[in-house]
């Protein structure tokens, strides 16, 4: 299906992932027509570089033309690459979380319930002749600008998938992040999935959004969620979706912690605490599907759970009086984050988030409070920066 818009890309009307993408912008080279301009065919490729850059220009080499002056007709020989695309992308929040056993691939099965909110990072991908990851904003010191950033891996990953290669995929992606780093909101997953769909723009490419979503699993579990967005239950490794309706708005508050937790270290610790002894699990997700359906944050409240909390508490004792002023704060209920450590509080409406942050803010607890509200969309184009006007040829007489 497509949304019969300028892209090509198959979706839905509203729903498309290449909307930015201004009609006409050429995404091509340009067809020669220096013969007709009686410039020689003869000439130079340059390349203007960096982000902002990417317009190719053909240089005369030689330049001759048998015209009088004033009827010198100026067909250049133009080719352009594509602007570059920028991508809102989502955090998530898990509604319920349940974790099963350790897996023999490292991983474990999960079913849980994620909702996106509107706390946001922006991605932008640009054709560039340097390629590589930049990231600014909220914990941008502790991001790994090598290959093992998650949006360089989905560089790597959508390049082989697409067959262009993988090692010189002349891309640049500049990542400004409002989502904490290694918070339990999937900031990196996001950013994964953000590049992803900037990319399908970029390179033009025919991929449907679950298509899309399968080499978003490849990159990391959280990652064909942030695709999608809305609220949505996961299952396997959580990357498994299914949409979940929910035409109600939640308001939440977040609390980040001053510094991140690993997501793998909070699973072993997980593992640890049920060798030990028997940590509390979560119920059943129908519970919590129903609630949803409701769209009364007072059910939804009593119904929020995480096994991966117990965890995280027993690594960051500190988050016990975090979650304990949110709710002497206001809110309906708190609950760490997926991996933690950022704590999300569901709260009755806005106004009541608002006064919930002021309070929570001033309690000390936490480096930085926010409010969010969810669900929001996943992964989408917000942007094409302008489409490069073509330089006029050098013609030389
Ligand atoms: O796939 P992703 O990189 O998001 O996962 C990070 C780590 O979290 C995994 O390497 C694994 O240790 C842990 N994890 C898990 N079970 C899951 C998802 C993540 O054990 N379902």
Redesign the pocket.
């Given at each position: 299906m497509s949304c019969g818009g300028s892209c090509r890309v198959p979706c839905l009307p509203g729903e498309c992932f290449a909307g930015g993408v201004a009609k006409g912008t050429p995404a091509f080279i340009l067809p020669d027509r220096s013969d007709r301009a009686g410039v020689s065919g003869a000439g130079l490729w340059t390349t203007a570089k960096g982000l902002g850059g990417g317009v190719f220009r053909r240089r005369s080499a030689v330049g001759r033309s048998g015209l009088p002056g004033n009827a010198r007709t100026l067909h250049g020989v133009l080719a352009v690459v594509p602007p570059p695309v920028t991508v809102r992308v989502p955090a998530k929040v898990n509604l319920h979380l349940a974790?099963g056993d350790?897996r023999a691939d490292?991983?474990?099965?999960?079913v849980t319930i994620f909702q996106a909110l509107s706390l946001t990072d922006e991605v932008t991908v640009a054709i560039a002749e340097d390629p590589g990851v930049e990231v600014h904003g909220e914990g941008a010191d502790s991001v790994p600008t090598g290959p093992s950033n998650?949006a360089w891996r989905a560089v790597r990953v959508l390049a082989q998938h697409v067959g262009r290669d993988p090692d010189d995929p002349k891309v640049r992606v500049v990542i400004r992040k409002a989502i904490p780093v290694a918070g339990g909101m999937?900031g990196g997953?996001a950013d994964a999935a953000a590049t992803l769909v900037g990319l399908a723009s970029l390179w033009r490419l025919e991929i449907s959004r679950d298509e899309l979503a399968g080499v978003a699993g490849k990159i990391?579990?959280?990652?064909p969620f942030a695709i999608y967005g809305g609220t949505a239950l996961g299952t396997d490794?959580?990357d498994r979706i299914v949409p979940v309706l929910s035409r109600h708005t939640y308001h939440w508050v977040l609390a980040f912690d001053r510094r991140g937790l690993s997501?793998?270290e909070v699973?072993?610790e997980l593992d640890r605490l049920r060798a030990d002894g028997d940590p509390p699990r979560v119920g059943e997700a129908e519970a919590v599907l129903e609630g949803l359906s409701s769209g009364d944050p007072r059910q939804l409240a009593l119904l929020l759970g995480n096994d991966l909390q117990a965890a995280a508490v027993s690594l960051r004792p500190n988050l016990r009086r975090t979650l304990r002023a949110g709710v002497n704060a206001g809110a309906l209920a708190g609950m760490v984050s997926g991996?933690g450590p950022t704590c999300a509080f569901l709260c009755t409406d806005g106004d009541s988030a608002v006064r919930v942050a002021a309070e929570l803010a001033g309690a000390g607890v936490c480096r930085t409070v926010r409010v969010a509200q969810g669900p929001v969309h996943g992964a989408r184009v917000i942007g094409t920066e302008d489409a490069p006007r073509p330089i006029p040829p050098e013609v030389h007489a």
């Open positions: 974790v350790s490292g991983y474990h099965d999960l998650l999937a997953s990391g579990a959280d990652v490794r959580g997501t793998p699973f072993d991996s």
